[in-house]
T-cell receptor
């Protein structure tokens, strides 16, 4: 069975500061990993995904994530936070051994950006 | 681009009532999913489908039913609504294993 753990349900950073959202996964097979962002009262939008190619993945809005197999981690970073980054972020893992590409989500991290 | 479209966006149900959440996608995706999102709990998979005529249970299927008569549509039916089904429901679709899954904008359901 696969699972995802997101450390920190709330993260607050100042505008211009580094954003670091943590995600650790558990999977019995090589995983595909995803970060989604959810703005208030909206659906989920894909930020980036890891699909066993390059371990450093660049996504939209200046976000990137690094797959570290030894640490079973897929942390999301952005060098400089912007007010518009305030949202909820979900890490998810897809079990490629299954036939339906089902996503298992973490519980989410709410990012607050302050002036 | 319509993508994944869900209706209704908001609904209040009384305990014991039934309703259907509609979901349609125009991307010719084989895979479709229904998730529910509860505060602090992330998203939980209710049902999924790998193609027309094929559906299967996810993590939290009790109290729900689905059908997949066409590639485009994947309605979710709630029978005998209960307060525990108060949640935000998301429909999603994807092309194949490992590919991006696209989400609808959600349906807010309250059972009173």
């Amino acid at each position: 069975a696969q699972s995802v753990t997101q450390l920190g349900s709330h993260v607050s950073v100042s505008e211009g500061a580094l954003v670091l959202l943590r995600c650790n996964y558990s999977s019995s097979v090589p995983p595909y990993l995803f970060w989604y962002v959810q703005y208030p009262n909206q659906g989920l939008q894909l930020l980036l995904k890891y699909t066993s190619a390059a371990t450093l993945v660049k996504g939209i809005n200046g976000f990137e994530a690094e797959f570290k197999k030894s640490e079973t981690s897929f942390h999301l970073t952005k060098p400089s936070a912007h007010m518009s980054d305030a949202a909820e972020y979900f890490c998810a893992v897809s079990d490629l051994a299954g036939t339906a590409s089902k996503l298992t989500f973490g519980t989410g991290t709410r990012l607050q950006v302050t002036l | 681009n319509a993508g994944v479209t869900q209706t209704p966006k908001f609904r209040i149900l009384k305990i014991g009532q039934s309703m259907t959440l509609q979901c349609t996608q125009d991307m010719n995706h084989n895979y479709m999913y229904w998730y529910r999102q509860d505060p602090g709990m992330g998203l939980k998979l209710i049902y999924y489908s790998v193609g027309a005529g094929i559906t299967d249970k996810g993590e939290v299927p009790n109290g729900y039913n689905v059908s997949r008569s066409t590639t485009e549509d994947f309605p979710l039916r709630l029978e005998l609504a209960a307060p525990s089904q108060t949640s935000v429901y998301f429909c999603a679709s994807g092309l194949s294993t490992g590919n991006t899954i696209y989400f609808g904008e959600g349906s807010w359901l309250t059972v009173v």
